[in-house]
């Protein structure tokens, strides 16, 4: 079976523009979650999807927002971009929600805001 | 809110030898779950070993083991028989039980393996 998947792999874009990244979950996975990783730190909790509904959201500004389609893939849109924006951005999916089921994570898309 | 520290930003280790990352954590709850995750240079976040608080044997997964602390709240990474792909960002990880997914990361610690 194909691991967490995500596009684009690489993005460059401008202050102030909008992007949109994509993520497919592993199949049989109901929930997704978004990170966002700076260089040198650990990743930060954006936010989280299970059944198309909105089940988490991290300390981030309304720039950012999510969505899960019925095939439980999901976007995460930022608008306004910063150039603090620029960062590593993974996706993780999971069985389900609030069960304790095993987070998988894919390669991430890495963007950069000139 | 919790918060997860990692104070070794970087270790090495001996290829075949054992290395311990060290990894503290602050929480008033008393059910969580904590993980390692590596993150090699390719930027995917793998899953190492996962612990959950109320089980007080320490999990293992082949060369991988914890010894979890829970009064002390400390939660360190064994690895025996190091090898050279072991090298990689180390991230300690928590978890509430229940609510959402989310995952609250240390800074890391990146372990170098020498042959």
């Known amino acids: 079976d194909a691991g967490v998947t995500q596009s684009p792999t690489h993005l460059i874009k401008t202050r102030g523009q909008q992007v949109t990244l994509r993520c497919s979950p592993i199949?049989?996975?109901?929930?997704v979650s978004w990170y966002q990783q700076v260089l040198g730190q650990g990743p930060q909790f954006i936010f989280q999807?299970?059944?198309?509904?909105?089940?988490g959201r991290g300390n981030f500004p309304d720039r950012f927002s999510a969505r899960q389609f019925p095939n439980y893939s999901s976007e995460l849109n930022v608008n306004a971009l910063l150039l603090g924006d620029s960062a590593l951005y993974l996706c993780?999916?999971?069985?389900?929600?609030?069960?304790?089921?095993?987070?998988?994570f894919g390669s991430g898309t890495q963007l950069s805001v000139l | 809110a919790q918060t997860v520290t990692q104070s070794q930003p970087e270790m090495s280790v001996q290829e075949a030898e054992t290395v311990t990352l060290s990894c503290t954590y602050d929480?008033?709850?008393?059910?969580?779950?904590l993980f390692w995750y590596k993150q090699p240079p390719s930027r995917q976040m793998i899953l190492v070993i996962r612990?959950?608080?109320?089980?007080?044997q320490n999990a293992t997964e082949n060369r991988f083991s914890v010894n979890f602390q829970k009064a002390a709240k400390s939660f360190s990474l064994k690895i025996s028989d190091s090898q050279l792909g072991d090298a990689a960002m180390y991230f300690c990880?928590?978890?509430?039980?229940?609510?959402?997914?989310?995952?609250?990361f240390g800074k890391g610690t990146k372990l170098t393996v020498n042959p």
């Open positions: 993780a999916s999971s069985l389900a929600s609030g069960v304790g089921e095993k987070l998988l």
């Open positions: 199949s049989g996975h109901k929930s």
């Open positions: 999807y299970y059944e198309k509904e909105e089940r």
């Open positions: 929480t008033s709850e008393s059910d969580y779950y």
């Open positions: 612990q959950e608080a109320y089980k007080q």
């Open positions: 990880a928590y978890r509430s039980w229940g609510g959402s997914e989310k995952l609250v």
